[in-house]
């Protein structure tokens, strides 16, 4: 069971990127899907949340009209699509699927995003 994320990089400011996270081991048809990301010397930050059950997607104010989060079922990946990125989201972004039935709770290794000026 695992989550593995990728996609990440460096971009300048104003670029786009795309991250993936795929899972093995468990499908995500009963879980709340989130992005989650921690900057150097910050706290864990949550970026976006999607629920499999209830169809409701919830952003960070930081984040929002420039991050969409999509699920695709059929490949078991959940992506995160940045765009007009700007150097304040520079992070390590992690995925994470908590099951709305079991509670059971999986992290993803984590991708780097870094953005230049």
């Known amino acids: 069971v695992q989550l593995v994320e990728s996609g990440g990089g460096l971009v300048q400011a104003g670029g786009s990127l795309r991250l993936a996270c795929t899972a093995s081991?468990?499908?995500?048809?009963?879980?709340?899907i989130g992005w989650f990301r921690q900057a150097p010397g910050k706290e864990r930050e949550g970026v976006s949340c999607i629920s499999s059950t209830e169809g409701h997607t919830y952003y960070a104010d930081a984040v929002k009209d420039r991050f969409t989060t999509s699920v695709d079922y059929a490949k078991n990946t959940v992506y995160l699509q940045m765009n007009t990125l700007n150097p304040e989201d520079t992070a390590v972004y992690y995925c994470n699927s908590r099951s709305e039935v079991s509670n059971n709770d999986y992290w993803g290794q984590g991708t780097q995003v870094t953005v230049s000026s």
């Open positions: 081991g468990f499908t995500f048809d009963d879980c709340a």
